[in-house]
């Protein structure tokens, strides 16, 4: 059941072991690609947090904020 964006889903805390533990059983696969759509697909992160999860990387809060996009992007960065 390990891989990059099931451990990161769970480290982030956007999606407990229950909710992944669903997932799994409601798509009957472990591909992280379907998985991931399924959580978008039912509001539980969002499209950048799942590319975020995919690259390995948990932190997705600012503060008591939860990092749901880009706010925007520029010449300086984004």
Known sequence: MSSTFKD????S?????KQLR????KTGSED?????????KS???TEY????LHAGRTKLTLGPYTITDWI????MGQ
Request: aromatic fraction near 0%; charged fraction near 5%; hydrophobic fraction near 45%.
């Open 32 to 40: 992280d690609s379907l998985i991931a759509a399924t959580l978008i």
């Open 8 to 11: 990161s889903a769970i480290r």
């Open 49 to 52: 947090q799942a590319q975020q």
């Open 72 to 75: 925007g992007q520029g010449g």
């Open 43 to 45: 509001g539980l992160i």
């Open 22 to 25: 669903t997932v799994i059983s």
């Open 13 to 17: 805390g956007l999606v407990t072991h």
